[in-house]
């Protein structure tokens, strides 16, 4: 009788994939960490609230004004000369992408909703004559 050895056959060891989870949750931590959705807007500061305006994406570099007149910018309370300094008037060139230019020219501010109107207008004013043609209010999307 003539034995024959059978085929071994190889066994396959599971691809490791606990230094590739490993990699991802880093990046995950990382991207937390380091990333900012949008600059935190001041506590003093209650913004008033619309139901049937269009949504709009939230604006990163808005200019908050309390209800006192204060002005403040990334966390600073600034003069309006100072403000103006940091929002140069939009430059209007030919260019075909009419749509960027005006995606980058809009100003967004957020007024406190218990802001007079006798201390927005002088701010709004300064800005046109600044040259902002296109100032947005932001609201908060809500009742009441």
Known sequence: MHLTKGKQRKRVMPENTI????????????????GT??????TELKPPKSEELPLMPPAGNAVEILADGTLIHHGQKLSLAQILQRFPPPITSG?????DLEQTSVLHILA???L????????LQAFRAHGHKTIRLVTIRGGN
């Open 19 to 34: 230094p590739l989870i490993n990699i991802v949750f880093l990046m995950l931590i990382f991207f937390l960490i380091a």
């Open 37 to 42: 959705v949008a600059p935190p807007v001041s």
């Open 95 to 99: 260019s075909p992408d009419q749509n």
């Open 112 to 114: 406190d909703k218990q």
């Open 116 to 123: 007079a109107a006798s201390k927005l207008m002088p701010v």
